[in-house]
């Protein structure tokens, strides 16, 4: 039983890991949009579009270092007593 | 009869001479008006834009260095792409939007004017307005591009007749001298505000 919960321990932290470098390994937060630059052909002012779009950001590391350490102290709960 | 085309030839010249600056409307229609912002610190970036842009400016093609105006920004179109974080720079501790709805730039006079063809390079002396409190700037190596009869080829066949002036510029603000989030320390977020500007005004015929 032990072995199990560090093992959803580890997979939730590696989860955090991997979801935040999916999204860009982004060293800010969240975002819920990403800005295209365009181009306006006669002025030629490049100018941001906006774009609805969610980005994980760094929040995503710390939440699956924490579960994944929550689990990790849990599993100690289900320790086999010492003799 | 012989004294016509003379007549017509001062009459040029007198238009010629007292010119007077155009007026440019800078509420764009094609929504392309942007105004960027970033905040840099060791700890966390803070990137933004605003396109709630209005404003007229002056410009006479033949004198650029008497141009004048002055442009507005909606505070209530600044965003950043964190929803947590545009709260914040909405709310009263940052740019505190319900009570100053307007960010103010005025430009009061040309300094170092050079121009080549249509463009125009300059350092921008005017003032910034934001939370009430006025602090003035000058942007150097501001560049004035003047594009004459170009404003139907932007807006399309059926747009109107008319010239397009396009300003860019860059600048840096202090934080703290307006006031916008004057307790958070500067290891966090920067006190530099480095705006970017690339914005085009329109002149109907």
Redesign the interface.
Known sequence: MKFVIQRIGLYLAAAGILIWLLGGAR?????????ILKL?P???????E?HPKFLP?VESLFLGAILGGSFYLLSFLFSKPLK | MKLLPLIALSSSAIVHLSANPVSFDFADP?G???I?FHLDAPL??ISG?ANGITGLVQFDPKAPERTTGSIQIDTSSL?V?????NKHLHGSYWMDVAKNPDILFTVERLNNVETTGNITKADVVGEVTIKGVTRQITAENTTL?Y?RG?LK??MGPNGPDGD?L?I?TKFTIKRSDFGISAVQDTDKVADDIEISM???GQALY
């Open positions: 060293r800010g937060f969240y975002v819920i949009s990403e800005d306006d006669i002025t030629e002012i490049e100018y941001p906006r950001g | 094609k392309v008006n942007t960027s966390d970036s834009n965003y792409s964190n929803p947590t974080m591009t594009l170009k080829a932007r397009l396009v860019r690339s914005i085009a």
